[in-house]
Nanobody
Framework: QVQLVESGGGLVQTGGSLRLSCAAS????????MDWFRHAPGQEREFAAA????????YYSDSVKGRFTISRDNDKNTVYLQMNSLKPEDTAVYYC??????????????WGQGTQVTVSS
């Protein structure tokens, strides 16, 4: 059974940092491009960051570029999202997703259950 399990969310003040993790089981994560999305109340789900299978290519939305860093450790089947300089507008549930189609192809095989990030002003 394939599972993506996010962790690392929580409550942080404006300007603070959090590191999210997405641990994959039941699959070989190196075969999947991995993305992070976020979903804030009353808004549509938003793409945040993506990383290629090898980790050699990364992509970011304009809203997080320069503040967030996506990385992966294929030996640990884990993808990370380092979030710095957090703002209240970053408050959302953050999800990871796995795509066998490759980076930036909006077809996802698996999703995690999400982890809540709340940034207080």
């Amino acid at each position: 059974q394939v599972q993506l399990v996010e962790s690392g969310g929580g409550l942080v003040q404006t300007g603070g940092s959090l590191r999210l993790s997405c641990a994959a089981s039941g699959l070989t994560s190196s075969r999947y491009a991995m993305d992070w999305f976020r979903h804030a109340p009353g808004q549509e789900r938003e793409f945040a960051a993506a990383i290629s299978r090898s980790g050699g290519n990364t992509y970011y939305s304009d809203s997080v570029k320069g503040r967030f860093t996506i990385s992966r450790d294929n030996d640990k089947n884990t993808v990370y999202l380092q979030m710095n300089s957090l703002k209240p507008e970053d408050t959302a549930v953050y999800y990871c997703a796995a795509s066998s189609q490759g980076t930036l192809v909006p077809v996802y095989d698996y999703w995690g259950q999400g982890t809540q990030v709340t940034v207080s002003s």
